[in-house]
T-cell receptor, first 109, second 112 residues
Framework: GQQVMQIPQYQHVQEGEDFTTYCNSS?????IQWYKQRPGGHPVFLIQ?????EVKKQKRLTFQFGEAKKNSSLHITATQTTDVGTYFC?????????FGTGTRLKVLA | DGGITQSPKYLFRKEGQNVTLSCEQN?????MYWYRQDPGQGLRLIYY???????QKGDIAEGYSVSREKKESFPLTVTSAQKNPTAFYLC???????????FGPGTRLTVL
């Protein structure tokens, strides 16, 4: 069946360092969404990418959708303690979203 | 105050009992979803509904049942047939299956 893998599973960074999480699908996606879940909370929508090769930025966050629409990445520049949480991608294929396994980010002050 | 609500936040049940988790939204969204999240893992889709009186199985529907009699409500029943029911259950809604999903606060179910 369709799978969406994310790497790394965990990432510890010093405050101010950059962070990247990668999402890879076994099938071509029609679009991809990114969510952030704070510890003890629920996922909150960050962004949606639709076009092949699309790049979107939100302040320190940069999102990219691969040319083949099978992979995506989220890059955070100069992490802050408020960036702590788990980042999930969710790829849409065959009418439904499949969530990635998530990357748990810990930022050390 | 618009949003999506789930109740209760914590739920304890004895093994062999059915339990129903509530999910209500006042966002006028057509699509609603139920996910299960286990510690350190991603979200797995249990059931989803794109319109009232219609729903489809997700990837892990066995041992669960749902109904969608009203647009704003999508309750999930965890039956005794679910072998490993202890988990964090998240309900979500979206304007359509293409749009962003809004999640409720979740219900943490513990079966003793």
């Amino acid at each position: 069946g369709q799978q969406v893998m994310q790497i790394p599973q965990y990432q510890h960074v010093q405050e101010g360092e950059d962070f990247t999480t990668y999402c890879n699908s076994s099938t071509t996606l029609s679009n991809i969404q990114w969510y952030k879940q704070r510890p003890g909370g629920h996922p909150v929508f960050l962004i949606q990418l639709v076009k092949s090769g699309e790049v979107k930025k939100q302040k320190r966050l940069t999102f990219q959708f691969g040319e083949a629409k099978k992979n995506s990445s989220l890059h955070i520049t100069a992490t802050q303690t408020t960036d702590v949480g788990t980042y999930f991608c969710a790829g849409r294929a065959k009418g439904k979203y499949i969530f990635g396994t998530g990357t748990r980010l810990k930022v050390l002050a | 105050d618009g949003g999506i609500t789930q109740s209760p936040k914590y739920l304890f049940r004895k093994e062999g009992q059915n339990v129903t988790l509530s999910c209500e939204q006042n966002l006028n969204h057509d699509a609603m979803y139920w996910y299960r999240q286990d510690p350190g893992q991603g979200l797995r889709l249990i059931y989803y509904s794109q319109i009232v009186n219609d729903f489809q199985k997700g990837d892990i529907a066995e041992g669960y049942s749902v109904s969608r009699e009203k647009k704003e409500s999508f309750p999930l029943t965890v039956t005794s047939a679910q072998k490993n029911p202890t988990a964090f259950y998240l309900c979500a809604s979206s304007g359509s299956s293409y749009n962003e999903q809004f999640f409720g606060p979740g219900t943490r179910l513990t079966v003793l």
